[in-house]
């Protein structure tokens, strides 16, 4: 069974400086979809990034990137120029590509120090 | 505008009854799906359908049940026999094509006094 795990509980960075989040997975197969999702204090969990493993080009929205390490499982978020609307709880999510499970990390709470 | 309806947002009930929490989707998604979300625990698949009349369990069905009578509503039941029901319930969806993002709702605050 595929499981994702994200091994930091919590995390500060400054603000306008740089952090990295780190997420690795287990899976036998060679298809699947990765995403990272932001979870703010209102709770509504919102899409950050996806990258499907096809994909060598690690996948960068704005000051979000990833990355994507397929042989070594891993996949990491990498935020810039953190801002105070950054705080909150990101998860990492696994797609298989052949059904519609989602599986999910525990979370990671972000904080930004001003 | 298309998405993900949950209601109510918070609901009390009190030791031994049952509740249906509701989760409604105009987005024309086949797959819905119910999670459960405490500290520390990030989200725990309850439930899931991936059409009309089919459900399957997640991982921690047990105490909770579902519906999927029409394409835009999947009803979540936590019934008496769970044991700790009081936790942040996530409805979401998603579309029929691969790798598409997840859509959710706003959560319900489920309370059991």
């Known amino acids: 069974a595929q499981t994702v795990t994200q091994s930091q509980p919590e995390m500060s960075v400054q603000e306008a400086e740089t952090v990295t989040l780190s997420c690795t997975y287990d899976?036998?197969?060679?298809?699947?979809?990765l995403f990272w999702y932001k979870q703010p204090p209102s709770r509504q969990m919102i899409l950050v990034i996806r990258q499907e493993a096809y994909k060598q080009q690690n996948a960068t929205e704005n000051r979000f990137s990833v990355n994507f390490q397929k042989a070594a499982k891993s996949f990491s978020l990498k935020i810039s120029d953190s801002q105070l609307g950054d705080a909150a709880m990101y998860f990492c999510a696994y797609r298989s590509d052949r059904d519609d499970k989602i599986i999910f990390g525990k979370g990671t709470r972000l904080h930004i120090l001003p | 505008d298309g998405g993900i309806t949950q209601s109510p947002k918070y609901l009390f009930r009190k030791e031994g009854q049952n509740v249906t929490l509701s989760c409604e989707q105009n987005l024309n998604h086949d797959a819905m799906y119910w999670y459960r979300q405490d500290p520390g625990q990030g989200l725990r698949l309850i439930y899931y359908?991936?059409?009309?009349?089919?459900?399957q369990k997640g991982d921690i069905a047990e105490g909770y049940s579902v519906s999927r009578e029409k394409k835009e509503s999947f009803p979540l039941t936590v019934t008496s026999a769970q044991k700790n029901p009081t936790a942040f319930y996530l409805c979401a969806s998603i579309g029929e094509r691969l790798g598409d993002t997840q859509y959710f709702g706003p959560g319900t605050r489920l309370t059991v006094l």
């Open positions: 359908s991936q059409i009309v009349n089919d459900f």
């Open positions: 899976t036998s197969e060679s298809d699947y979809y």
